[in-house]
């Protein structure tokens, strides 16, 4: 059974796919797409989805843990280098509202679910099979932390 509670148990997810130092976990559930990223950092896990040049037009998923507390942001870029608001900020909605995370160890996971078909303007659709994604690693545990890390691939669902 799938919890997001920042514990990846076994058989929760279907997939994992390692991008440079992030993990990404996975399992499609009907019309939702349950993920999990985990990294080594205290700070921020992000994974954004069909990029058109760099980060512009990507659909992102941005969280982190402070003191206690997993905070996540549904935001969309609207440049090749930024910046990525909330989509609620640019005339769409938050479309991550079933969310959980840790930190421990030195150690973050982020886990969230979201519609692979949202409607939404500022969110692309998460297809069965092959999407196009950018992801980053910061070591700020805040929306507007810079990324240490950061890498493109093709994340297979």
Do not use: C
Not at 81 to 107: A, I, L, M, R
């Amino acid at each position: 059974e799938w919890k997001p509670d920042g514990v990846i148990a076994d058989n929760e997810y279907t997939k994992m796919q390692q991008f440079g130092e992030l993990e990404v976990y996975s399992r499609i559930d009907g019309d939702k797409v349950r993920l999990a990223l985990k990294a080594k950092t205290n700070g921020y896990l992000a994974i954004g989805f069909e990029p058109s040049e760099r980060m512009k037009d990507a659909d992102i998923i941005l969280g982190f843990v402070k003191e206690g507390k997993t905070m996540v942001a549904d935001m969309f870029s609207s440049g090749p280098t930024g910046p990525h608001p909330p989509d609620e900020q640019q005339g769409g909605k938050n479309d991550v509202t079933v969310f959980g995370g840790s930190n421990k160890d030195g150690v973050t996971i982020i886990e969230f679910e979201r519609k692979l078909d949202t409607g939404d303007a500022k969110d692309k659709a998460i297809k069965i099979g092959e999407n196009k994604i950018i992801w980053a690693i910061s070591e700020e545990a805040a929306f507007s932390g810079k990324h240490s890390k950061r890498g493109a691939g093709t994340l297979k669902l």
